[in-house]
Nanobody, 126 residues
């Protein structure tokens, strides 16, 4: 499946952004979807994941209470609503997908996902 992320940009600390990712597959509802991010000089890290129907969602500690992952299976899209952004949220954000069962509330790793989008840059200024 091909994934295309969008919605990144420059925002001031405390502001909000909504990232979107569209998938080119007829079986999007079979995919667990996630968001990861990578800051300069750091490894890619897990941000959030959602089950096939959106009923199960899990967030990294850094995202809890500020970010919301959601999906629209009719449109083959997954979103990441980010509020109260901080300079440390600056990173390239990647959407990822895998055609598997939601394997529980956990910090997912890159190895859990087989398909990746190209990334969208989020810059939070102080």
């Amino acid at each position: 499946v091909q994934l295309q992320a969008s919605g990144g940009g420059l925002v001031q600390a405390g502001g909000s952004l909504r990232l979107s990712c569209v998938a080119s597959t007829r079986v999007f509802s079979m995919y667990v979807m996630g968001w990861f991010r990578q800051s300069p000089g750091k490894e890619r890290e897990f941000v959030a994941a959602t089950s096939w129907n959106g009923n199960r969602r899990y967030y990294a500690e850094s995202a809890k209470g500020r970010f919301t992952i959601s999906r629209d299976n009719d449109k083959n899209m997954v979103h990441l609503e980010m509020n109260s952004l901080k300079p440390e949220d600056t990173a390239i954000y990647y959407c990822a997908g895998t055609p598997s069962y939601y394997s529980g509330d956990k910090n997912y790793t890159e190895a859990d996902f087989g398909s990746w989008g190209q990334g969208t840059l989020v810059t939070v200024s102080s």
